[in-house]
């Protein structure tokens, strides 16, 4: 039996398919707007993120930002997901829940937005940190964006996945920092979550052949300690096993003629913290 690995985005239903979709012009143009409300989303929430106010909080002024400009937002009641954003604290590794605790001095917070702009996802998370946090947790947070940024530099027609996974796991693991190996980043468009799985570990030459464009998210999750996690009894939020601090960035890419086009850039320039104008 044969199976095709890519599809044209545009002979393929919209749903989850096993073969990659590779999108065209529209594709791009609806990946630009829906990026840039993810990243504006991002850029807006940062005065709010500030010891003593909640995630609830954020949760709300982010689901109000996005409804203001015609977006939906792809979490709310995804799989049964209750908010419309995620914030993971400290330990919590991806997918917490926003609820009524208060942030303090000294935690590390993701904050990860997806909204859906005229059918097209953009989905984008940055670190942030709340006043003066410990020099470990900023050096996690540090490692776990240049990891992005070193992952996202392998993407160009002809190289793989597995050398954006290599680039990530190498300098990672020589931080001495662990890479979480239970959640990857995934193809993306009018699918929230589409093929292909983007593991952030993996050996050179390896797994499928990027082709002008793939239009996939890069999400690495650093650790501290250990590597292992596992997820609370709400299902959804996965935490670090030795309860050590875990970092994430994610950025929306597309593979372009000779490279790679970053969807979820921020207008106003913020790229790790802190976020100042
Ligand atoms: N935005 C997350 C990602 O990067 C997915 C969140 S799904 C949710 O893929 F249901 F947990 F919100
Ligand atoms: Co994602
Ligand atoms: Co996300």
Redesign the pocket.
Known sequence: MKYMNYIAADSAPEVATSAIKLHGESGFQGMRAAGRLAAETLDFIAPHVVPGATTDEIDALCRDFVADRGALSA?FM??G?PKSI?TSVNHVVC?GIPGPRRLKEGDILNI?V?PILDGWHG?T?RMFLLGEVSVRARRLVDVTYEALLLGIAQVKPGNRLGDIGHAIQQYAEGQRCSVVTEFCG?GLGRVF?DAPNVMHFGRQGSGDELREGMIF?I?PMINLGRPDTKVLDNG?TAVTRDRTLSAQF?HSVGVTADGVEIFTLSPKGYTKPPYNE
Do not use: I
């Open positions: 979490p995804y799989r997901y995620c997918h990860d997806t989905d998370s995934h979550h998210t999400e959804w994610e």
